[in-house]
């Protein structure tokens, strides 16, 4: 069974970075496509980006596309999502997840979820 980790969150002004980091524990995830969710107060849990095994293919949900990049080093079995130009919106906790199932938009389609890192964006 894989554990999940993430880190690297915090408070930021509007127009800055971040890179959040989810490090796995317990067995390898180069095998999984891994994916990254947010959940806003009040809000349900909202796809941001995947990415495949071998890195080769990437999506990433509309609202954060041209600005966050995902990626991964499966030799540190580590998935990384690097955050430029937020907004406040963004603000959120932010999981990484391994897909399970075949939706990758999906929370469901989702297991091992870590417990999140706060992403507090400041105007």
């Known amino acids: 069974q894989v554990q999940l980790v993430e880190s690297g969150g915090g408070l930021v002004q509007a127009g800055g970075s971040l890179r959040l980091s989810c490090v796995a524990s317990?067995?390898?995830?180069?095998?999984?496509?891994m994916g990254w969710f947010r959940q806003a107060p009040g809000k349900g849990r909202e796809f941001v980006a995947h990415?495949?095994?071998?890195?080769?293919?990437?999506y990433y949900a509309d609202s954060v596309k041209g600005r966050f990049t995902i990626s991964r080093d499966n030799a540190k079995n580590t998935v990384y999502l690097q955050m430029n130009s937020l907004k406040p919106e963004d603000t959120a906790v932010y999981y990484c997840?391994?897909?399970?199932?075949?939706?990758?938009?999906?929370?469901?389609?989702?297991?091992?979820w870590g417990q999140g890192t706060q992403v507090t964006v400041s105007s």
């Open positions: 997840a391994r897909l399970i199932g075949s939706s990758y938009d999906t929370p469901s389609d989702y297991s091992y």
């Open positions: 317990g067995r390898t995830i180069g095998r999984y496509i």
């Open positions: 990415i495949t095994q071998n890195a080769g293919t990437v």
